[in-house]
C-alpha cells in the first residue's frame, strides 16, 4: 500500500502538472476543461482494471429520460456496451451505469449549482424501471435496487484551506437546497489542493503535502465500490430498449426457409449406424 501510495503521489504531482501546462498552453476555457479532464480519464484507465471502461457521455433509460453530458461515465465493459458512440462520446443505458465523474477546474458556489442540476437530472434516470438506490455508510445495497457512484473531481477551490471544508459543505447544502437535489447522493468530493471530502459520514481528509494519500482513498473508494457493485448489479435488459414498431410483424409463408424433414435427410453410414445402435443400448439399459 505504501509503495502505491507512492506511486499515486507521482500522478497527483503529474495531474498538478496537466493542470498547469493546460493554462499555460490553452486560451478558451473549453480547452482547458477538456483537456483537464481527458488527464484525469487517462489516469482512470490507467490504474482501473481493464473491464471498467472509462469515457465521456451520457446516459438514457428505456422510457427515454436522459442525463446531461458527463465528464467521466464508467461502466463494465465484461457484461455491457455503448448504445452508441459518436467521436470518442457514449451513450450508455441507464442499468450500465456504474459511476459518474465531475471534472472542475476551480470549484466555487456556481459550479456546486451546476453540479446539484446535473445530480438532480441524473436521479430521474429510472433503470430497471425503478430507479436509483441511495448511497449507505459500509457499502451495504439499498432496497436491492442498484446504486451509483457520483464523485466530483476538482484541481482548485474558490473556498480557502482555514475554511475548508466547512465553507464548500455549506456551498454544496445550498446548492442543493435550491435545486431540490439530495446533497446526501455525492458519494466524494476531492479537490487536488485542498484534500478529500466525504459529505455521508462528515469525515475530511486535508492535504498536507503531495504525498497521494488523499487520492489513494479516493481511487480505492471508487474502485471498491465498482468491483462491488458489478457483482450483483443485474443484467442490462436490452430487450427494453429495442425499436417500436408502429404495424405487426408481416408474415409471408413463401419468405420461409424450411428445414429439412426426416426423410430428406442424407443416409446414416455404416459406421454412424453401429453408434447410434450403442447409444440406443445404452439408453434402454439406463
Known sequence: ?????????????????????????????TTRGGQREEALRDFLREHLPKR?????????????????????????????????????IVTLAAEALLAVVEVKSTLDG???????RSLRTLYRLRPFGAGWGSPILGGRPSGGLPQLYYSVFAYETAFGKANWPGGES?????????AKSPAYELDSLLVLSRGLYVPLSG?????????????????????????????????????????????????????????????????????????QRRLNNMRANG
Open 1 to 29: 500500500m505504501v509503495r502505491f501510495q507512492g506511486i499515486l503521489a507521482t500522478h497527483e504531482r503529474e495531474l498538478a502538472a496537466a493542470y498547469e501546462r493546460s493554462a499555460a498552453a490553452a486560451t478558451h476555457s
Open 52 to 88: 471498467y471502461a472509462v469515457a465521456q457521455g451520457h446516459a438514457i433509460d428505456s422510457a427515454g429520460t436522459e442525463s446531461p453530458q458527463l465528464d467521466i461515465v464508467i461502466y463494465d465493459s465484461m457484461s455491457a456496451a455503448p448504445l452508441s458512440q459518436d467521436a470518442g
Open 110 to 116: 456556481a459550479e456546486l449549482e451546476k453540479i446539484a
Open 170 to 178: 455549506q456551498a454544496w447544502i445550498a446548492a442543493c437546497r435550491e
Open 203 to 275: 469525515k475530511a481528509l486535508p492535504t498536507r503535502t503531495s504525498d497521494g494519500r488523499h487520492l489513494a482513498q479516493w481511487y480505492f473508494g471508487l474502485l471498491n465500490f465498482l468491483v462491488r457493485e458489478s457483482q450483483r448489479r443485474l443484467p442490462t435488459p436490452w430487450k427494453d430498449y429495442q425499436l417500436q414498431h408502429d404495424g405487426q410483424w408481416e408474415r409471408d409463408l413463401t419468405w420461409r426457409v424450411s428445414s429439412p424433414q426426416r426423410d430428406q435427410r442424407a443416409p446414416l453410414s455404416r459406421t454412424q449406424r453401429g453408434r
